[in-house]
């Protein structure tokens, strides 16, 4: 525990939490008593919300990774493979951390401690008040608060970070992806207090994080650039003004891409198509590289119009060793950010592969880099062969698991061990590929709204099964929070098969096991992606969302008879019962499976109800009518005649149907319903969820082969809508424009008594350090403006209205 000093000096709060609060077994080998790293080992329930951690096993053998000792484990591919490094080898190089400190959140700081506590290492962990009971806290052995919620505040805060490291006696800091990890202040000030940070050194972020910079050192190391504009090209002092830029992206010519030269993760990046609309990109990427990096330089590169993106991973070490492992292909991307990542690049020649492997060695060799890194190219689609290097990330990259899966190294554990200053544990000719993976990045966020992001409480989480081919990695489960404060990534999945083909199939079953009620997810447009002809051709490209858009975003499949007659009998079931689901026995099941609670055929003969069904309000369903399912009495036996009308007239008849409900698992806040429908067995897992005005959503995962699985709303009762549209009268009755996302205001660009014209910028918002403008739906006058700089507001508040419209 800490001290009284410790703790009045720096004013933090302490979460010590038992060494042995999260049971990771691993295998103890040689006299450093080191652990191999099974990342298919325990991940804590977020459904204890306070305390020691409770552990839910993943149950899956550890065929992900190579251990660097004398072991032997399952590569994915399924070839037993002995690991190059002895014991004797190991005890010979240097020591280990005895503690190190994780100064991120969410699934990073989660996979990152995973491999250290299982090399033997205890782990310290950072939070901010938004994060307080969160799973990665729950992990640690020790957790300390940083400060409030938002990120300048507490993960950006280097000076408490660096207490928190001298309090604990963390010998070492790793920074996860984004926050601090590629600050090169951060690094220096690290080993300035004789703290190692485990990453680059800071000379390598401070040059490969400016991209004006790092085109100059590429450029000098023979490595091909994009062509454009970058601020060492020009030593003026006018060259970051709007009017200089503009001028020289006439003469690169449109289209053209704007980036801060501190950027990653698509923050500061915007394509202009015309010159009509540069100022105004301009001035938002700038905005956003300031907000987000502290510097609102930016350079202009030549836009590709079929571009694909594929990148390296590279690892270097101290003794002048620089290996590549393999290729990733990024290229399918919403906003400039990537959603699914695959290993090795489909469609690539070897000879194509080996000169991306050497150019990305270059650059590592450049720089003199440490660590993992990344080097990024982009590449024509229509003729791979001319690539040009982006940038180099100078940390791990959030989908560095595909590479593990066909690599089977550890990249945490080669950075722990490159950052105690031992050389890297295999040699280029030793780094071996196996078979294809792929990485979806599950987001909390509206695919249909334009990927905007989307927070709240996840209300039910239950991923796939793991297994020798399935791995997740994640910070967050049923109970746990989506902030808007930061990013809105939920959990990666992971697959591994023998070829693409495989790996494929793989994937698509793993989507559809995966379950979330909350806020909404990217999970069915994944499916889709990955069930497109185009996708399995391996024919990608930056553009490939647009391109295909029709088909990503075609409407949604409409609930069949079956579902429609589950969701009713679900309601129904209920309302017979005298225990509903949140009164439920200590047995765990809201209702027997042989019988209703408190439910009596003798007594309800005369019961009969009428559940009228609507596609949700996020469903992007092909029709607002309603459906209606008819339930009457039950007979002696306890089956239910079900007659459903569905959304397009038509109707069927389930004379009698027997239904059986329970709860998946102990964890579940699902109710299992199982119906013999006309001779076919069917299960479903439901979820409800209460809605304003006494209305209920249900959600519905099936699992059957029907392809619906989605949520169906039971509307309120009809006064009480009555009711709300009297209350809400008439105001903005001329239109308005409404939040789309929980967000923080940034800018207000019209005042009442305004005249704008239809897509005039009206607010600008912020939500996960991305901007969005919104603009005016239609010409009109502005009535009321009720945004302030920087306030923050809710999904759907009205920010502007508009004059109502003269008859």
């Known amino acids: 525990m800490l001290g009284k000093q410790g703790r009045n000096s720096l004013r933090l709060s302490a979460v010590v939490l038992k060494s042995n609060s999260v049971a990771t077994p691993g295998v103890v080998v040689g006299a450093a008593s080191r652990r191999a790293a099974p990342l298919s080992t325990l991940v804590p329930s977020s459904s204890s919300r306070k305390g020691s951690v409770a552990a839910t096993s993943l149950a899956r ?71 307080r009971y969160s799973m990665h806290v729950k992990m640690a052995d020790e957790a300390y608060l940083l400060g409030p919620a938002p990120s300048a505040e507490s993960y950006l805060r280097t000076d408490k970070i660096l207490e928190i490291c001298r309090i604990s006696g963390a010998q070492a800091v790793h920074p996860g992806y984004g926050f601090l990890s590629e600050n090169a202040g951060f690094a220096k000030a690290l080993h300035e207090n004789g703290i ?84 105004e990109q301009l001035a938002s990427a700038k ?47 919403r906003r400039h950010q990537k ?77 722990l061990e490159v950052a105690a200053g031992n050389p890297i544990p295999l040699k280029q000719n030793e780094i ?31 991923p796939p099964a793991t297994s020798s081919n399935v791995r997740m990695e994640t910070g967050f489960g049923t109970g746990d929070e989506i902030s808007v404060f930061y990013d809105p990534l939920i959990a990666k999945l992971i697959v591994h098969g023998s070829d693409r083909t495989e790996a494929l199939r793989v994937l698509r079953k793993a989507l559809a096991e995966y379950q979330v009620v909350g806020p909404q997810t990217n999970i069915e447009f994944l499916k889709r992606l990955s069930e497109h002809e185009s996708f399995i051709a391996g024919d990608v490209e930056t553009g490939f969302i647009p391109k295909h858009f029709d088909a990503l975003f075609a409407l949604a499949t409409e609930a069949s008879p079956s579902t ?63 459906a209606k399912v008819e339930i009457g009495a039950p007979s002696a036996s306890g089956g239910f005649p079900i007659t459903v009308i569905d959304f397009q007239g038509t109707s069927t008849s389930f004379p009698s149907v027997h239904p059986s409900l329970s709860i998946p698992n102990s964890n579940s806040s699902a109710t299992r319903l199982s119906t013999l429908l006309n001779d076919r067995l069917s299960l479903v897992d439901v979820i409800s969820q209460p809605q304003p005005l006494g209305g209920e959503r249900l959600h519905l995962f099936n699992n059957s082969s029907e392809a619906f ?91 502007v209205l508009f004059e109502k419209e003269s008859a």
């Open 61 to 131: 053998p550890n065929r992900w990774l190579k251990s660097n000792f004398a072991t032997t484990t399952q590569m994915p591919g399924g070839t037993p493979t002995t690991i190059t490094r002895s014991e004797a080898e190991a005890d010979k190089g240097k020591p280990l951390f005895n503690k190190i400190l994780i100064a991120n959140r969410g699934e990073i700081a989660c996979r990152v401690m995973r491999t250290a506590q299982a090399l033997g290492i205890k782990c310290v962990a950072v939070f901010s008040e938004a994060d």
């Open 196 to 279: 190692v940070f485990i990453g680059p050194p800071s000379s390598a972020i401070v040059s490969m994080g400016s991209k004006s910079e790092s085109k100059d050192i590429m450029l000098k190391a023979g490595v091909p650039c994009v062509p454009g504009w970058h601020p060492s090209t020009s030593a003026s002092a006018d060259s970051q003004l709007p009017d200089f830029l503009q001028a020289e992206a006439d003469k690169i010519g449109y289209p053209v891409l704007i980036k801060a030269v501190s950027g990653g993760g698509g923050k500061g990046m915007k394509i202009v198509d015309r010159q009509d609309d540069f100022k």
């Open 287 to 333: 905005r956003e590289g300031m907000k987000s990096f502290g510097d609102d330089t930016v350079l202009l590169e030549k836009y590709l119009s079929t571009p694909r993106h594929v990148e390296v991973q590279v690892f270097s070490d101290a003794h002048g060793n620089h290996v590549s492992l393999f290729e990733r292909d990024c290229s399918v991307q």
């Open 339 to 415: 959603i699914i990542e695959e290993a090795p690049a489909p469609g690539l020649d070897p000879v194509l592969r080996e000169r991306l492997y050497e150019m990305a060695r270059k650059a590592a060799e450049a720089v003199e880099y440490r660590g993992a890194g990344t080097v990024e190219f982009i590449m024509d689609a229509q003729d791979p062969n001319k690539f040009f290097f982006m940038e180099m990330n100078t940390r791990l990259q959030v989908e560095h698991p595909v590479t593990e899966a066909i690599t089977g190294v550890d990249l945490v554990q080669w950075q």
């Open 432 to 462: 071996k590929r196996t078979g294809h993976a792929f990485e979806c990045r599950i987001y909390a966020e509206n695919p249909r709204n334009n990927f905007l992001p989307d927070t709240g409480l996840l209300r039910h989480v239950k």
């Open 564 to 626: 429609l007659a589950q969701a009713g009998l679900f309601v129904a079931l209920r309302e017979l019962s005298d225990a509903t689901i949140s009164e439920s026995s200590s047995t765990g099941y809201p209702w027997s499976t042989t019988s209703l609670a408190g439910f009596r055929p003798g007594q309800t003969s005369s019961f009969k109800r009428t559940i009228e069904l609507i596609p949700s309000a996020n469903a992007a369903a092909e029709t607002t009518r309603s």
């Open 709 to 799: 699985v989605g949520s169906l709303d039971v509307p309120p009762p009809t006064w009480m809508k009555v009711l709300a549209e009297q209350q809400a009268g008439a105001a903005g009755g001329g239109g308005s424009a409404k939040s789309p996302m929980p967000s923080r205001i940034v800018q207000v660009f019209v005042k009442e008594g305004d005249k704008v014209t239809q897509g005039a910028p009206l607010v600008t918002v912020e939500a996960m350090k991305t901007e969005h403008v919104l603009r005016a739906p239609k010409d009109g006058v502005v009535s009321r403006v009720v945004a302030t700089v920087g306030e923050l507001v809710p999904e759907g508040k009205v920010l």
